[in-house]
Structures are given as C-alpha cells and as structure tokens.
C-alpha cells in the first residue's frame, strides 16, 4: 500500500468547495477575492480579455466574503413586516458574480439567501453613513464597511417568509428587497460597489424595462406570461364572483411545477385515479372527455390510455404550457389531447372547444358544447370544498356534459366531522399567543400589551389546522355530509346524525345532496352527535372522501366503485385532514360525559378570495329543562375560522406517512 503524500496546504475552510491549486499565472484583474479555479493566460482569448473593459458579466466567479448579512424588510401594511429585519449571518458568508451576470449572497456555506441579475435588477447601492471611509479611496484597509444593496429579485426565486413588495414588470412579478452586507475590508466594500453599481446601459434596460420591452433580446431575458385574468377580460361567472387579484395568486401558484410535483407524488391521489379511470375503460373508450383545470396533463393522459376518442384539457395557468408539451411528446397522446388554455367558464374557451369539434364530428357547426361523455377533475380543497373548484367542475358539467348518460369523475364527495379531544394541540394553539398573555406582556419595556391577549388568542384560534391526527382522539362517530356532483337540485340546508338508524332519507347515499355551483356559496351543516367516551371537546375534525363511480341505469352502485379518501388513519394524502379549534370561552366544553349528545351548526360562506369563512356552534344537549326561576348556564360555545389562513402544523411535526403496514393494506406487497 503506498505511503500518503504528506498535506502541504492547510485544508479547506469548512463547507466551501475544493478548489484547484493556482498552478499558472491568473489573468489580471480577477482581484484577490477571486477563489476559483485559475485560468491560464495562455487562452486563445486572453489578449483580448486583458483589452476589455471590466463589465458586470464576467467570464469567471467573483467572490468577497462578508462579515455580515443582513435584510431589511420592505413589505408594507403588515405588522410583521414593517420595521423589521433578518440577521442571515452564518459563516462563511459571500456575495459571488457569477458568469451569467447573477449575483449571489450565499451564507453558511452555500445557502442561498439572494440571486439577481446585476445589470437589470440592481436599483441602487450606497455606503452605510457610519462607513462613508469606504467611498474614499484614501483608505484602503480601513475598518469593516457595510453596503446598502436594494435590487428587485425574481419572485420565483423568492424564499418562502421573506416580507415582499410585490411589482409586476413584462409578467414577471418582482419582489422588492434590501440587503445590508458587511466586507472584512472597505477595498473589498468599494470593489463590490464598482461591480454592483448599474452602468449607464444598463440603466437604460432598466428603464426601458417599466416601458414594456425586454431587458435583453437574448434567450435568458424574462419572457411575459399571459395572464388567466385580467381587468379588460370577459364578464363570466368567474370574474363575477372571484377577486382578480387572488385568482392571479391562484393561477400563478399553480403554474409551479414544484406544486404540481408535490400532487403528483401523492401516491393516494394519482394512484386511485389512475385505477379508476383505468377500471372504468368502459366509460372511456371512444368518449370525448373533458379534464377541468387540467394542471399537469395527467389525468387527461389517463383518460386517452384508457381509450377516449378526444380530450380537451383545460387549464387557465401558465402550467398549460407544459401540458402541451408533455402531451406533444408522446406519440400515444399527441392526436387525442388538445390542450386549451383558458378557464371552463370563459365563452372564448367554449368556442374554440367547439370550433375542434365541428371539425371532427360534424360537417357543419356546433352550437350545442353539451356534447361530452365524460368530465374528470381533481377539485378539492382543504375541507373539501375550499379554493372553489368544485364550482368550476358543476359549471363544466351545465355547459359541456350530455343532459343524459353523461359521467363525472369524482362523481360524489363527502364531507364528514366529529369532536376531538386533543390537549397537546390546544396547549401549542395558546403558546402562540402566550407573547401577549404572559406575566412579562404587562411590562414589555414600560408597556402593559397584555391588553391585546384576547385579540391574539382570538387570531390563533381562528387557524384551522391542517395536519394528520390519529382517529383515537375523536370522542363521537363522525357524522357524514353527501355531495352529488352529477344531478342538480336546489336544496338549502343539510342535516346528518351520527346514528345511522337516525341518519334522515336525504343524507343517505340514495339522497344525496344534489348540488348547482350556486349552491356552495353559502352552506349550512347540521349534526347531532353522542359521545362514545367522555372528555373536553376541543373543536371539530374535518375530512373528506370522493366516489368514482358510474352507476347501473336504476342508480344503484356500478361494479367499479371506488373511493378517494383522506380520512384519519388511512394513507396520509397531501390534503391531510383539517381540525377547527374552539375557544371555549365559558368552560362548557371542559368535561362532556358519556352518551351526551352535542349539537354542531356549522355555516360556510364563499368569499371572492377563493376560499371560506367558517363559523360553528357547538351546544350541549342536556336531557330536561332549567328549574323556574334559576340562572341558566351557558351552554353553547362558538367559533370561527377563516380557511384561507390555516396553521400548516404539518410542516413542523411529523406526520403518519405510509407505513408498512398501510402499504401491504393499500397496495399490496410491492416487495415481490
């Protein structure tokens, strides 16, 4: 075995790359700050790269290491923003320019804290007054100096809890930032500056930028992207009903194929789908099908495996793009998918939807679209019906599905809830008000701010919380809520109990609630519940289940039925299950006996940022009346919840994923 050579420089600096040994001269000009590899002057180009003038796109990496790295916050209108700012520093930290013209502010080794384009995104740039010594040239070794760096930072680059002031420019929403960067030399403080600072030309892009044209003409300049809405568009149902600005957000997060990878490996979600439409081949099979909000493509995929004649997919974001050329590039899918971008309530989309189909079914033209065999979807929400696209899927169904013989896929849901008891969760819920309700909050620096306590626990208690629970806190049979997606019929309220002997004719599946997208926007949900054990009732637990179907002529269940389901114990979805916690203000919940029956009302209304506002009355039934002329107690406890802004609890616990015993129940052994 040979003897090792013996270490003749000192090993790297923990976490940074190795890097070449400088074994040739390096082209002058890179600075010391420079820590790649070296190039040799020998370069058929070298002559030439001498003679240039010094440019923000250099051809090599560009390092300074930073003492600092801090990022005052810009949002504006939110108490969490404003005034603030984040301490990034972990050593070693570094600005680097890369060859792209990119800057980098890298912290800890590698971590990303920033990325912009230097000659478009960099606004300005000045020395911090306490360190002016760095403009001066006189001073070269003088002490740590700090830069003020404002650029405007792609938003798709954005780390997720940074506050943003959000600008759009060409379609390409901007986010607003300002970093404060401390160097170990103000030489290296006034180098940087040199290289950050825009030139002339670039101050032209710049500018020209907010007129409407690009920045480069080259492949790397932001492209714009068109928009789902837009104030000039068409008046339908959506524009009617939806915010313009949430619906951007909407479209645009769904437009991520970071999102859409995170559906995809849903193994519960795409996996059931993919055996239902395959199990129904029957339903397919020489069908023209339509898939609402069509993301990714997969599910219209699906349905041209499974035999369709044409499907129509149809997405309103910018994921339409991908779709196209994920279908295009299969010869199996390319003639049989047709991918149009545009909502399902828009006319422009019917027509062009029925100008294809004049061209292959019909000599002349069509002006009945309600032409479709199938519709397939995928539009649940956290409490099944929140983002509101199940209304999308029941307007495609009106405009597009064949009054007779038509097919829904899901073709029902159901809503179920229960109480639960769960101490552990009610005690996080209260320490993340406890800042405000604590001994310390009546002296926080001479101020008494305990007097916003109640505000506070009111704002946490009215997070739903998503996350995966075990069903062994739940203290009653769920009750269950039924959604017929493919009949239309007006009813108002619903009422279920969790006693099936007591459950009434119109929440069994054989009356279930038949739905128009009007109906979701204002529901009201009624159950009685009989505790199966005693303990304190903390709030309600939702979940939700959808039913793949195509039922026999006399309605009763088809030979395939099949069921989605994100129930508590079952395969962990992506959705999870979402719990509302009650305040309880006057104790009532504290200690509910066995075989008591507790009465939920529950009420939700649509809001025209895609989501609801939830409101419950949770109220103890107890058997007899109050003695004449005794105070009575309260006996009800109420709450409210806004599903647009839930506490995403599994994102800080660990959650029940697939087990191998979930795995063999659900799937098989996939070992063998």
């Known amino acids: 075995m040979a003897r090792k050579r013996p270490r003749t420089e000192p090993p790297p600096r923990w976490s940074e790359p190795l890097l070449a040994p400088r074994s040739r001269p390096e082209i002058p000009g890179t600075g010391d700050a420079f820590r790649g590899v070296a190039r040799p002057i020998e370069r058929a180009d070298a002559a030439e790269m001498r003679e240039a003038k010094p440019t923000t796109r250099t051809t090599t990496p560009k390092r300074f290491h930073l003492s600092s790295v801090r990022e005052l916050h810009t949002g504006v209108g939110s108490a ?41 995104n960099t606004v300005d740039v000045a020395a911090l007054a306490r ?56 030489r290296e ?23 409407g044209r690009t920045m480069r003409d080259d492949d790397d300049a932001p492209k714009r992207k068109s928009t789902a809405v837009t104030t000039e568009d068409e008046d339908d149902l959506f524009t009617r009903k939806i915010d313009i600005g949430s619906a951007e957000r909407y479209f645009s997060y769904y437009a991520s194929l970071a999102e ?19 199990e129904h081949r029957a339903a397919f099979e020489g069908a023209i099908v339509m898939d609402v909000g069509a993301g990714s493509g997969v599910l219209s995929c699906f349905a041209a495996l499974a035999g369709a004649r044409r499907v129509y997919a149809v997405e309103a974001s910018d994921m339409a793009d991908h779709c196209a050329r994920l279908v295009a590039s299969d010869a199996r899918l390319r003639d049989v998918v047709k991918v149009i971008k545009g909502r399902v309530e828009s006319e422009a989309t019917r027509r062009e939807i029925l100008e294809d189909l004049s061209k292959g079914l019909s000599k002349s033209p069509l002006t009945d679209s309600r032409v479709f065999d199938v ?67 009546k002296d926080f620096y001479g101020i008494d701010v305990s007097v916003l306590g109640d505000a506070a626990r009111k704002a946490v208690f009215a997070q739903p919380v998503v996350d995966a629970f075990d069903p062994a806190i739940l203290l009653a049979p769920p009750a269950t809520f039924e959604f017929d997606f493919s ?81 508590p114990g079952a395969p962990t979805t992506h959705w999870f299950q979402i719990r509302a916690p009650i305040r309880d203000e006057f104790g009532v919940l504290e200690r509910v006996e ?44 109420l709450g409210s919840w806004n599903l647009k802004d839930p506490y995403y609890r599994q994102l800080h616990w660990p959650q029940p994923g697939y087990t191998q015993a979930q795995t063999e129940r659900w799937y098989g052994d996939e070992t063998t």
């Open 487 to 567: 009949r239309k019929k007006k009813q108002t309220l619903m009422t279920s109990e969790s006693s099936a002997a007591e459950t009434s004719e119109e929440t069994r599946p054989s009356g279930a609630f038949a739905l128009a997208a009007e109906h979701l926007e204002s529901l009201r949900l009624e159950a009685d519940f009989v505790m199966h054990r005693g303990g304190a009732v903390h709030g309600v637990a939702w979940w939700f289940d959808v039913e793949f179907d195509v039922r026999r002529p006399g309605g009763e269940p088809g030979p395939h039925r099949r069921f989605l389901t994100t129930a």
């Open 375 to 441: 519709l397939v979807s995928e539009p649940m929400g956290t409490m099944l019906l929140n983002e509101r696209m199940i209304e999308s899927f029941l307007i495609a169904r009106d405009v597009f599905l064949k009054p007779r013989g038509g097919a829904m896929f899901p073709r029902a849901a159901r809503m179920h809830c229960a109480p639960y008891e769960d101490a552990a969760l009610r005690d996080e819920i209260e320490n993340k008000a406890a800042f405000w309700t604590c001994a310390s909050a």
């Open 260 to 278: 859409q990878q995170n559906m995809l490996q849903d193994r519960v979600r795409t996996g059931t789908y993919f055996t239902a439409i395959l």
């Open 131 to 186: 360190d002016a010594r760095a403009e001066s040239p006189s001073s070269p070794n003088a002490s740590p100096s700090s830069l003020l760096v404002s650029i405007r930072e792609d938003a798709r680059r954005k780390r997720q809890g940074h506050a943003v002031s959000l600008n759009e420019t060409n379609g390409t929403t901007f986010v607003s930032r300002a970093l404060v960067l401390g160097f170990h030399s103000a």
């Open 594 to 637: 066995k075989n008591t029956r507790l009465s939920v009302a529950t009420t939700m209304a649509a809001g025209s940022d895609q989501s609801y506002a939830v409101t419950s009355r949770l109220e103890v039934l107890k058997a007899g009346g109050s003695t004449p002329g005794t105070r009575r107690e309260p006996n009800a406890a």
């Open 80 to 120: 969490q923003d404003a005034g603030a700012s984040v301490n990034y520093t972990r050593a070693p930290a570094w600005i680097q320019f890369e060859p792209d013209g990119d800057a980098v502010v890298a912290v800890a080794g590698g971590c990303p804290v920033a990325r912009w384009d230097v000659r478009g």
């Open 189 to 211: 403080a006034r180098e940087a500056r040199a290289t950050l600072s825009p030139s002339s030309a670039a101050k032209k892009d710049f500018d020209t930028l907010a007129d």
